[in-house]
């Protein structure tokens, strides 16, 4: 069985007002990808 990492939502989500948000950067480099692919999903 393989173990899956524990992610602290804090450290790639902020709060604005009454939303969370992120961006591509942190998206990128929670998931272990490359900016520019991340931006290519968009």
Excluded: C, Y
């Amino acid at each position: 069985m393989s173990e899956f990492p524990v992610l602290n939502f804090l450290d790639f989500i902020s709060v604005n007002d009454d939303q969370l948000i992120t961006d591509s950067l942190k998206v990128a480099a929670v998931h272990g990808k490359r900016h520019d692919d991340v931006l290519k999903l968009v």
